[in-house]
């Protein structure tokens, strides 16, 4: 259900609210969810090591107060993290959000909402990693190709035909033929169709145009 099997983690403060978010959300059956009433209780009990979602109220009682504990998770790429917030100020909020929350929700927190914004963080996740899955399982069929064949791969995916990709490579039809299939065989595509959703994949899995292996 969410990253690396990772759980839902509440810190909320007050034992009403705590109870009505927890309540809602483990109505819904998508996963482990786990409340605390301080960022104290939640560090000192390690939870922080299964954490895939994290939801805190900003104001903390205890030693840890909103604020360090943001600065503790920054750059935690693996937490998708929420602040509920009452009364903050445009430049706080902005700072909030620039510390790495993914959103901010107005507090006191309606249970029904904090489901929502939760459903939507982990519909969003599961569609990156199907999205990672793909890329990776292309760079993967593509990575067995030779450089020649990975010119190759450029040009056809640049719309190029057998003749053109001669020319351009200084080959014979007939070797950029053998090299086609080659392609083919190492990709384990069954058409060029797919082979060209394959290499298009890859290319927005780096970021870059068609460039396969390191």
């Not at 009682?61 to 504990?69: A, C």
């Not at 490579?169 to 060029?192: F, K, Q, Y």
Request: proline share 4%; net charge positive; hydrophobic share 50%.
């Amino acid at each position: 259900m969410n990253q690396n099997g990772g759980h839902i983690h509440l810190i909320l403060p007050d034992a009403v609210e705590r109870a009505a978010c927890f309540r809602t959300l483990a109505e819904t059956g998508g996963g482990v969810v786990r409340s605390f009433a301080s960022a104290d209780a939640w560090l000192e009990a390690g939870a922080d090591t299964d954490c895939a979602i994290l939801l805190f109220h900003w104001q903390q009682p205890g030693r840890v107060s909103g604020d360090t504990l943001l600065a503790r998770l920054a750059g935690r790429a693996d937490v998708t993290i929420f602040v509920a917030a009452s009364r903050l100020g445009v430049a706080d909020a902005r700072a909030i959000l620039r510390g790495g929350a993914h959103d901010l929700l107005p507090a006191p927190l309606d249970p029904r909402l904090v489901r929502r914004t939760i459903d939507d963080a982990i519909a969003s996740w599961q569609a990156r990693r199907d999205a990672l899955a793909l890329h990776r399982d292309a760079e993967m069929r593509l990575a067995a190709l030779t450089p020649r064949e990975r010119d190759i791969l450029e040009a056809i995916a640049a719309g190029m035909g057998n003749k053109a990709i001669a020319r351009r490579l200084d080959l014979s039809p007939r070797t950029v033929e053998v090299h086609r299939a080659n392609i083919m065989r190492r990709a384990g595509a069954g058409s060029v169709a797919e082979l060209l959703r394959l290499a298009f994949t890859a290319e927005l899995a780096r970021g870059n145009p068609l460039h396969f292996g390191a």
